[in-house]
């Protein structure tokens, strides 16, 4: 979806059109969810703190977000999705896989498939959708981006390996600020650079994303899409409206934390073995602190007993803390209950 929750804001809102337009917190300590188009031009982008786009668009219109609301539009854009293929492999609200090699429609290409899902889109939603066409996953993903927002575009398998040759290894979905920069200090800055270095090159610098690495510099990409996803973590986080040093009021501060990770757990019907805490430090440096059991937490009340454990471990601070995030993963299904044969005189 092009640039979701804020389109989902202007075509709720007639008057936000055309205007620069950020779905997020418009305080002082706020971030950006997302952006609109208008804004973006202003190198506005998600997780940009709110002050820093307001000083580079001082028009910048703040919307809250409205989180149920993107939540049904996805699940009727999922809808247009399943209605062409099982095959759905969900990223976020906005973006999924879809494997079209066997279509319900009997379409005659993935590319005609594209164009009808655009247009349905538009007609139930009334918002725009990009599509990345192509015969793996990478090349799907990379051929979206390409002609954004409302485009289309085709990788065929003759033009796969050269079209990755000059992008920059940053463009790479995969590959993250932190590797791209370790990529650019090894000399590697395009999918060509990385193509020209061995499998036992990659592996010695990447370890075990080093083959997944050598294979898509080459347009390769075995990995199916998935319809069932396995969620890897839980996790919640807040942003202080001041800077805290105290542990009392950090400590206050975890308590609704574990709430909502707990409430999360509950209604998915999963239990994690590991916490993490999550600390942001007022100058923006980020660390974590996780401890693992063998067994998974039991409770919530565990769970805010062992986040406040790990925050104690950082005291003395060495600076004060602007956000706290509290973590949940190693993730299985619950345990169900141990069946009682029910007494009954006779």
């Not at 594209?114 to 990478?138: D, H, M, P, W």
Request: net charge positive.
């Amino acid at each position: 979806m092009d640039a979701f929750y804020a389109s989902v804001e202007q075509r709720d809102d007639p008057s936000l059109r055309g205007l620069p337009v950020a779905v997020g917190g418009s305080r002082e300590r706020g971030v950006v969810a997302a952006a609109s188009y208008e804004a973006r031009r202003f190198g506005i982008r998600s997780a940009m703190p709110s002050v820093t786009a307001r000083r580079r668009c001082p028009d910048l219109v703040f919307v809250k977000p409205r989180f149920e609301v993107y939540k049904a539009v996805s699940a009727e854009i999922r809808a247009v999705f399943t209605s062409y293929t099982d095959l759905v492999e969900p990223l976020s609200l906005d973006e999924a896989y879809l494997d079209v090699t066997a279509n319900r429609t009997g379409l005659p290409s993935a590319t005609h498939i594209a164009q009808e899902i655009r247009a349905r889109i538009r007609e139930i939603c009334g918002l725009t959708a990009s599509a990345g066409v192509s015969y793996n996953k990478f090349l799907a993903k990379l051929a979206s981006d390409h002609r954004k927002p409302d485009g289309l575009f085709v990788i065929t398998p003759a033009m796969g390996p050269a079209f990755v040759e000059d992008l920059a290894v940053g463009r790479f979905h995969g590959i993250g600020p932190a590797t791209s920069a370790k990529m650019n200090r090894l000399g590697i800055f395009t999918g060509r650079d990385l193509r020209d270095r061995s499998l036992a090159e990659l592996q010695g610098h990447f370890g075990k994303a080093g083959p997944f690495y050598h294979s898509i510099a080459r347009g390769i990409d075995q990995r199916p899409v998935r319809p069932e996803r396995v969620r890897k973590s839980i996790g919640a986080e807040t942003t202080f409206a001041a800077d805290l040093t105290e542990i009392g009021p950090m400590g206050e501060a975890l308590a609704p934390l574990a709430d909502k990770v707990w409430r999360a757990s509950e209604a998915t019907g999963l239990r994690g073995r590991t916490v993490t805490l999550k600390v942001k430090y007022a100058d923006f440096t980020l660390v974590t602190r996780a401890r693992s059991a063998p067994d998974a937490v039991r409770d919530r009340a565990a769970l805010e007993r062992i986040s406040l454990d790990l925050l104690a471990g950082l005291f003395p601070l060495v600076r004060p803390v602007r956000l706290l995030g509290v973590t949940l993963s190693g993730l299985e299904e619950a345990a169900a209950e141990p069946r009682r044969q029910m007494e009954l005189g006779l």
